[in-house]
């Protein structure tokens, strides 16, 4: 079982940047493939981003409305994914959610295996 806990999450202003990370109990966190999700109020969560192991290359996906903003990542030593957001954007507020799973990168949240609690993110205009 992966325990998964975000922090960084809070209130800032269009433009400004913010790191969401996410801390794993499982120290082979580091075999797991990654990823952001989020979820607007009154909208489905969706996906934002994900990263492979190390293995597998570490390979990135990100979703159209965040690439070239949003970064991934990972420090296999510290068993946390981080989210660096950049250029934030009011309708990138959403409670955003870490998630894990055992094989490589999907989009779909139903396939994903753990799940943090989320953290909130707000930007204002």
């Known amino acids: 079982q992966v325990h998964l806990v975000e922090s960084g999450g809070g209130l800032v202003q269009a433009g400004d940047s913010l790191r969401l990370s996410c801390a794993a109990s499982e120290r082979t966190f580091s075999t797991y493939t990654k990823a952001w999700f989020r979820q607007a109020p009154g909208k489905e969560r969706e996906f934002v981003a994900a990263?492979?192991?190390?293995?597998?290359?570490?390979?990135?996906l990100y979703a159209d409305s965040v690439k070239g903003r949003f970064t991934i990542s990972r420090d296999n030593a510290k068993n946390t994914v981080y989210l660096q957001m950049n250029s934030l954007k009011p309708e990138d507020t959403a409670v955003y959610f870490c998630?894990?799973?055992?094989?490589?990168?999907?989009?779909?949240?139903?396939?994903?295996?753990?799940w943090g609690q989320g953290t909130q993110v707000t930007v204002s205009s």
């Open positions: 990263i492979t192991n190390s293995w597998s290359g570490g390979n990135t």
């Open positions: 998630a894990a799973r055992r094989n490589g990168i999907v989009t779909g949240e139903f396939l994903y295996d753990y």
